[in-house]
């Protein structure tokens, strides 16, 4: 079965300061794997994609994210947080043309 | 370039009523799915749509059914409404399967 795990309900860091979003995902075949932000009352804005090659990828908004195959990983990182940062972001996996499978999310506040 | 669409933005409905909703594709794009967000939940996949058929299902009842146009728009449409239909319906499109770009929603709430 497919599925995404994200451990962190809720994460606070300070301005400035590093960021790891964990992603841990479940899927039969290669998987294509996402990360999208939503501000409260808002659409999904994707931010950075893997579908194969290079396992770090880059994003928008500085982000980036390593793909772990041998620990079903999908971490999103950013070395400096900005207060706008805040945001719910989600983690999905899916394949060429099929649906996507999201995590509950993590809330990020971040502290000035 | 034009995002993706929807309508209303919000809606009411009372319990056993009927609603459509509407999405517009990303310029270029073929392929809508939507999905269902209940309150602090991640998005639920409901049905993908391609060529004008549905070519996707997830685990939504029968109540829930849609239509994709020639202009790759498409509805949803909910019948006998639900207290638990309650959501953020979200259309996302795509150009033959590369990733999915989501429209702002259409905020559902049923009485």
């Known amino acids: 079965a497919q599925s995404v795990t994200q451990p962190d309900i809720h994460i606070t860091v300070s301005e400035g300061a590093s960021l790891e979003l964990r992603c841990n995902y479940s899927?039969?075949?290669?998987?294509?794997l996402f990360w999208y932000v939503q501000s409260p009352g808002q659409g999904l804005q994707l931010l950075l994609k893997y579908f194969s090659g290079d396992t770090l990828v880059q994003g928008i908004k500085g982000f980036e994210a390593e793909f772990k195959r041998s620990q079903s990983s999908f971490n999103l990182r950013k070395p400096s947080v900005l207060w706008s940062d805040a945001a719910e972001y989600f983690c999905?996996?899916?394949?060429?043309?099929?649906?996507?499978?999201f995590g509950a999310g993590t809330i990020l506040r971040v502290k000035s | 370039d034009a995002g993706v669409t929807q309508s209303p933005t919000h809606l009411i409905k009372t319990r056993g009523q009927q609603v459509t909703l509407r999405c517009s594709p990303k310029?270029?794009?073929?392929?809508v799915s939507w999905y269902q967000q209940a309150l602090g939940q991640g998005p639920q996949f409901i049905f993908q749509?391609?060529?004008?058929?549905?070519?996707q299902r997830g685990n939504f009842p029968d109540r829930f059914s849609g239509h994709q146009y020639p202009n790759y728009s498409s509805e949803l449409n909910v019948n006998a409404l639900l207290l638990g239909d309650s959501a953020l319906y979200l259309c996302?499109?795509?150009?033959?399967?590369?990733?999915?770009?989501f429209g702002p929603g259409t905020r559902l709430t049923v009485t």
């Open positions: 996302a499109s795509s150009r033959s399967g590369f990733e999915q770009y």
């Open positions: 749509y391609y060529e004008e058929e549905e070519r």
């Open positions: 899927y039969g075949a290669t998987p294509y």
């Open positions: 999905a996996v899916g394949g060429y043309g099929n649906k996507l499978v």
């Open positions: 310029s270029g794009h073929d392929t």
